[in-house]
Structures are given as structure tokens and as C-alpha cells.
């Protein structure tokens, strides 16, 4: 029971680790974190990469790493990056899409399949009148786009999704 | 041929790492050199958006390059800063087509760079990028075909951005496509080596790392003859010899010289 404990109480500071590009959005509801294992007052966290290329990964390990080890029972904590597993945009929360909204970033579409046409509605008025921009946007995972309803830009996370092979 | 599971496993048998190093060798380098002649664009690109895409696409490639450099270290040939800046030309494994120059001029001085060569280039070598990936996907490194699929989760967003402007500029005017069309036959004397699987070809292949010369080269070929209007007649040359042999030019030499610059300046610093 106490362990379980534990497991609830990492979770919970999980849930306040935001990704520094994406305040108010954790990386817990990003789906970035794939294992979390207790060893006496050692945790291991074993997290899934958004895009390899993404510079905050470092500063990510780092956040995680420090507000788990000012647990109190803690004394040690360690984060490693694993390719076993792969992340996709289908592991993002309904909370953080809800959040990315409030940032002026749609949030990926749901069930999307590899090579499908992409349509994404105005994060601000819903609208699905849009118009893409730029596929490539500030950071690997976001791209640039134009509400044509309600005349703002806006930016939507790409899907990334399992390769198919053919 | 039985799944390796760890760089320690990989290790037991000589022959198995040899031919592993090499590919990831050819992996990383190719990476590593298209997007350092990629960051070389940063500020000079057409337009505005396509310096946010191209510049986005650059740094993300140089990730994957970062990745592969990464397995190399397990593997233990050293730290993968090292690996990617202070090897010597002698030692690179990338085809020699990612390391030719942009064009003439000097980013910092009068950059007469080619927007039709970069354009053919990046084209022709996503496909071949995406192309090999998949001969590894399965591959029996296990750490490796992680890394491949995940490679290939990101990829198609940088394929799709230069299939586009081929086809744009094939399809815009006289000049445009006689620009690409020149590019494109320069490209099939000199493409040809990316397609070499190097002095462990056929320990790569018996290990069960990845296909054969031939089939991927076939899967290339048909991929691209999609696209491009006017192919080429003969098969790619290797008119500046075979990167994968250590066989390199003078553009090689002046990229490692730009790139190892600040890495040369302080080799302890901690970024
Ligand atoms: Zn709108």
C-alpha cells in the first residue's frame, strides 16, 4: 500500500513538470513518461522522446530528474530516454489538449493514419476554415496555420504516428 | 540470424561490431554532413517560411545524426561529440554527394549558393535515407531498428517538403526545370556511391543488418522515377569516388574545417 502510495504521490509532480515550450503543458500529459520503477528511495524514470531532434529534451531529463528528487523520501532519481517504446501524438491526454488550445495550439488529430490528408480546426473559434502555412513551424512537433473564419494565425501540433510499412 | 538485444552482446562477437560500426559509421555521417550543408542556408533561403521549414528540418535531421553517433558510444568508439567533430576526412563513411559544396562563395562571403542543387540533392537523398531505414527496420541490432523506426515516425515530413519542391520547380518554367534537370544529371554521376555498403558489405548482410546493394537501390529507383520527369539513362556513377571506402574530396576537408571550428576552440566545454 505504501508503495502504491509512492507510484500516486511521483504522478502527482509528474503532472507539474511542464515541457518549457509548452507551459501549463506537463510532460506526463504529454505521454512522455513510460516507466517509473522504485528501488528502496531510488526512482528510475525511463521517458519516451517527443521528435529526436527536440533541444528541451535535455532541459526535460534535467526539470524531471530535480522535482522528483525534492521529494522528501527520495534521494535519488534518475531519467533516461528509451527507443523501445515509441511516442505519438495518439499518448497526449485530453487535459493537455484542452491546455494547448489555451496556447493558440490545436491539438493532433485523433485516429489519424499515416499519408491521410490533415485537416485541423481553429484552436480560438473552432472553425474548420484554415489554411496551412508552414508544416514546419517554431519546433519540430508544431506547424503554422491561418483561421481564415476568424482571421488569426495559429499553430497545431503534427501527427506522428506508428510507420507503416507498405 | 538471432536478435542481438545489447551493445554488450553486439561486442561478443568481432566481426558482428565491425560490420554494426560501419553502418552506423555511414548512418551518422551521411546525417551529420547533409545537415551541416543544410545549416549552411540558415538566413540565405528563398523565402521566410522556407527558412523556418528548412531550418526546422536541418536541426531535426541533425538529431537523428546525434542518434547514431549515440549507438556508436555504447558501442564504445568514443564520445559522439568526438565521432561527429573530430574524426578526419580519411575516416567518414557519408556518400560523397552530402559533403559537395552548396555552390560557390562562402556562407559568410558572397554565398552564390544553388537553390536547384539543394533542392535535387535533399530529394534524391531523403528518398535513399528513408529507403535504407526501412532495410533496418528489422534489422537483428535490436537498439538499431528501435532507432530506425523512430527515424522513420519523422521523416516523412522532410521527404514530403522536397518531393514538393521538386516537383514545383519541374512543373514552374523553362529555367526551373532545366536548372533541376542539370542538377539531376550531375546527381546520377556522382550519387552513385550512398548505394555502396562499404568494405563489410557482405558482413553486414550475413549478420542479417540490413538488404542487399541491389534491392536498395531497386526500392530507390522506383521511388524516385515517380516523381522525376526526364530519368536519366545508365545506371548512378561514382564519378568522385566512394565515401563509403574513405574516398573523399576537398569539400569535405572545408566542411569538417567550418564545423569543428568552435568544437576545436574549447574541447572541454560543457554546452
Ligand atoms: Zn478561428
Known amino acids: 500500500m505504501e508503495e502504491k502510495k509512492r507510484f500516486i504521490a511521483i504522478e502527482a509532480v509528474l503532472r507539474t ?20 520503477v522504485i528501488t528502496g528511495n531510488h526512482v528510475a524514470i525511463q521517458m519516451v522522446p517527443t521528435f529526436i531532434g527536440c533541444p528541451a529534451l535535455d532541459f526535460i531529463e534535467r526539470d524531471v530528474k530535480q522535482a522528483v528528487e525534492a521529494m522528501d523520501w527520495v534521494e535519488s532519481c534518475s531519467v533516461a530516454f528509451t527507443f523501445e517504446e515509441k511516442w505519438s501524438t495518439d499518448n497526449i491526454t ?10 493558440g495550439i490545436s491539438p493532433p488529430p485523433e485516429n489519424y493514419q499515416p499519408g491521410e490528408e490533415w485537416t485541423v480546426d481553429c484552436p ?25 473564419a476568424c482571421k488569426n494565425p495559429f499553430e497545431a501540433m503534427k501527427p506522428v504516428v506508428e510507420y507503416v510499412y507498405e | 540470424m538471432t536478435a542481438i538485444e545489447s551493445p554488450k552482446q553486439a561486442l561478443e562477437n568481432q566481426i558482428y561490431a565491425l560490420a554494426l560500426k560501419d553502418l552506423l559509421y555511414q548512418l551518422a555521417d551521411d546525417d551529420f554532413l547533409i545537415s551541416f550543408r543544410g545549416s549552411e542556408w540558415l538566413g540565405l533561403a528563398p523565402h521566410v517560411e522556407e527558412d523556418v521549414a528548412f531550418s526546422s528540418i536541418t536541426q531535426n535531421t541533425m538529431g537523428h545524426a546525434f542518434l547514431f553517433y549515440s549507438l556508436l558510444e555504447d558501442l564504445g568508439a568514443g564520445d559522439a561529440d568526438k565521432l561527429a567533430h573530430a574524426r578526419p576526412a580519411k575516416e567518414r563513411k557519408n556518400t560523397v554527394y552530402a559533403e559537395k559544396r552548396n555552390g560557390d562563395g562562402s556562407y559568410l562571403e558572397d554565398p ?15 528518398v535513399f535515407k528513408k529507403v535504407k531505414l526501412e532495410a533496418i527496420t528489422n534489422c537483428s541490432y535490436r537498439p538499431l531498428a528501435n532507432v530506425a523506426k523512430k527515424v522513420l515516425m519523422e521523416q516523412p515530413y522532410h521527404l514530403a517538403h522536397w518531393r514538393l519542391w521538386f516537383q514545383q520547380l519541374q512543373e514552374a518554367n523553362e529555367d526551373a526545370a532545366a536548372r533541376i534537370q542539370q542538377r539531376v544529371e550531375e546527381a546520377w554521376r556522382q550519387f552513385g556511391d550512398a548505394f555502396d555498403l562499404g568494405p563489410y558489405g557482405t558482413e553486414m548482410q550475413e549478420a542479417g543488418l540490413i538488404a542487399d546493394e541491389e534491392t536498395l537501390w531497386a526500392a530507390w529507383f522506383s521511388e524516385v522515377q515517380e516523381v522525376i520527369q526526364h530519368m536519366p539513362a545508365g545506371p548512378l556513377e561514382k564519378q568522385l569516388g566512394s565515401g563509403r571506402f574513405g574516398e573523399h574530396t576537398a569539400d569535405l576537408d572545408h566542411a569538417l574545417h567550418i564545423l569543428s571550428e568552435v568544437y576545436n576552440s574549447d574541447r572541454e566545454a560543457v554546452w
Open chain 2, 112 to 126: 552564390y549558393y544553388d537553390w536547384a542543387l539543394t533542392v535535387v540533392r535533399y530529394f534524391l537523398y531523403e
Open chain 1, 94 to 103: 485530453d487535459v493537455a489538449k484542452e491546455r494547448l488550445k489555451k496556447h
Open chain 1, 124 to 148: 480560438f473559434c473552432g472553425s474548420d476554415y484554415t489554411s496551412m502555412e508552414n508544416v514546419f513551424g517554431p519546433t519540430a512537433c508544431r506547424s503554422i496555420l491561418y483561421c481564415i
Open chain 1, 17 to 36: 513538470v511542464d515541457d518549457p515550450e509548452l507551459p501549463t503543458v506537463s510532460v506526463f500529459d504529454l505521454g512522455m513518461i513510460h516507466e517509473v
